[in-house]
């Protein structure tokens, strides 16, 4: 066994290390919570698969483990070579989407899914995916100076949307793009998605399936009950996955069009967080570079070459 974890079997054992090291995680968004996650899961001798989109942009550095010198990567793959240099575990690094037509190959042979991404739809997707195939999963969300998480498991007590209901519409959510984000938080949710994740694989101490809430702003760290909801996609014998997809893209010859299923947007709210000029039913912007032209049916239209590029500005400015 590698001298890397000598302080760790000092701590449990042989035993469990091994099972540790026999384990496979998927990781969904490698961000603020993701790429710590996974620093910290790789060094401890945990199997990953990380799933992600984006691409490493200098904002990024103020609460990541990236460098300049990953600007322009694909986070996933930055996120390889950083674990290549620190950890002796096998990383699968994957540049997409999760979504309902492909989470069946991403979730194949993984004990526990934590998620680390930046919105609502991949939440309700992962939920869905979790009740059908009896996966935990620990979700983490961090804004301003406020931080949540909670564990998962399928049997075992609420399912997200016990804890969230109903979809929110887009626009309607705060991010850390339009709120900013106390960079501090971000570690301190980050590490305790990994001490859950490490605790279920190696079956150590306490696990925790009520919601965590801390708001540094405050100094308050207090646990939620979240309780079953009658009636909710988890109390139901069988579960199905929706290969609709909330968001649509489309080419067009100025770049891409995104479109959601959505209500009326709030532009003059959406203005207010982001800037740009509102002109009666469209908000034309700036956003990490690109000109972005946002109409009030949730109707975008984005100046850019990449299709997975214009889902994640989608995303990132209305938070769906």
Request: aromatic letters at 8%; proline letters at 2%; charged letters at 25%.
């Amino acid at each position: 066994m590698s001298e890397i974890y000598d302080r760790q079997v000092k701590l449990f054992g042989e035993k469990k290390q091994n099972e540790l090291e026999d384990s496979l995680v998927l990781l969904l968004g490698c961000g603020a919570l993701g790429s710590q996650v996974a620093n910290n899961l790789a060094r401890a001798g945990v199997n990953l698969r990380i799933v992600d989109r984006d691409i490493v942009e200098e904002s990024n550095l103020h609460r990541t483990l990236f460098s300049r010198n990953d600007i322009g990567k694909p986070k996933a793959e930055a996120m390889e070579e950083i674990l290549d240099r620190s950890s002796e575990v096998d990383v699968e690094v994957v540049v997409d989407d999760f979504s309902s037509f492909n989470w069946d190959s991403y979730v194949e042979d993984v004990d526990i899914v934590v998620d680390c991404s930046d919105n609502m739809s991949t939440r309700y997707l992962l939920n869905r995916v979790s009740l059908k195939e009896s996966i935990p999963w620990i979700h983490g969300s961090v804004v301003r100076y406020e931080g949540r998480s909670i564990t998962f498991i399928p049997g075992q007590g609420s399912c997200f949307r016990c804890l969230y209901p109903e979809k929110p519409s887009p626009g309607s959510l705060e991010t850390c793009h339009s709120a900013g984000i106390f960079n501090p938080i971000a570690s301190f949710i980050a590490s305790y998605q990994a001490s859950e994740t490490l605790k279920y694989l190696a079956d150590i101490g306490q696990m925790n399936q009520n919601l965590l809430v801390a708001d540094f702003s405050k100094n308050s760290l207090r646990f939620v009950e979240v309780g079953t909801k009658d009636g909710c996609v988890c109390s139901k014998d069988t579960v199905k996955i929706d290969t609709e997809e909330d968001i649509l893209i489309r080419k067009t010859c100025e770049g891409y069009q995104v479109t959601s299923r959505t209500d009326s947007l709030d532009l003059e709210k959406i203005q207010e967080r982001y800037g740009g000029e509102l002109r009666c039913i469209f908000l034309q912007l700036t956003f990490s570079g690109e000109d972005v032209v946002l109409f009030e049916n949730g109707r975008m239209q984005i100046k850019t070459d990449s299709k997975q590029r214009a889902k994640s500005i989608y995303t990132k400015i209305l938070g769906v």
